[in-house]
């Protein structure tokens, strides 16, 4: 089975990836077929979440992902299941003005020293300028959660809005699949 995913917007490309992985029969071959580096990383992203193995073949501008089933879906996801915290930004800042600013930086400052670190940081909003710009008075308390090992993702169709996809400078590209599947998963979801 082959799928054509190239120029679909996010998260389109993961959503028909995981459909067309549910209709595969066993040990038939996927080809998913991608043309832009976010819906990549993206696909990656989502069939290592699975332990999936895959190949990739770069052509030019896009590339081809090829899997064979040979897994059962739904036991690789109830497998990954795990409880653990995620922290939900939708503002770079808590409240108005400079003092949601300076709270926001606080909180980030103060969450490192946490012993209960959470797992993941989604970012949607205007959160994602956070990891665009190595000016933003929170980026570099964010930068130290991620060298901690806190897996940061920024809303693909948030960066794209901003103009800033190209601009990422911490964490990685996420999209609404991944970011509903965490809030309505096992997570302990926390927003400010």
Do not use: W
């Amino acid at each position: 089975m082959k799928i054509d995913c190239r120029d679909l917007a996010c998260p389109r490309p993961v959503i028909e990836a995981k459909k067309a992985l549910e209709n595969l029969k066993q040990n038939e071959n996927l080809e998913i077929l991608l043309n832009s580096q976010a819906s990549k990383e993206n696909v990656i992203r989502f069939l290592k979440s699975l332990n999936l193995d895959f190949n990739i073949k770069e052509i030019e501008d896009e590339s081809i992902i090829s899997i064979v089933k040979n897994f059962n879906l739904e036991q690789n996801q109830e497998q990954n299941l795990l409880e653990y915290n995620v922290l939900f930004l939708k503002s770079d800042k808590v409240g108005e003005g400079d003092l949601g600013k300076n709270l926001m930086l606080g909180f980030l400052k103060t969450l490192k020293e946490l012993p209960n670190k959470p797992k993941k940081i989604l970012c949607v909003n205007d959160s994602v300028l956070i990891n665009t710009n190595s000016s933003h008075m929170a980026f570099e308390a964010m930068k130290e959660l991620e060298n901690l090992g806190v897996e940061i993702y920024s809303c693909g169709a948030c960066l794209d809005f901003f103009g800033k996809t190209n601009e990422l400078k911490i964490g990685k590209i996420g999209n609404a699949y991944e970011i509903l599947n965490e809030l309505f998963g096992k997570a302990k979801i926390i927003s400010l």
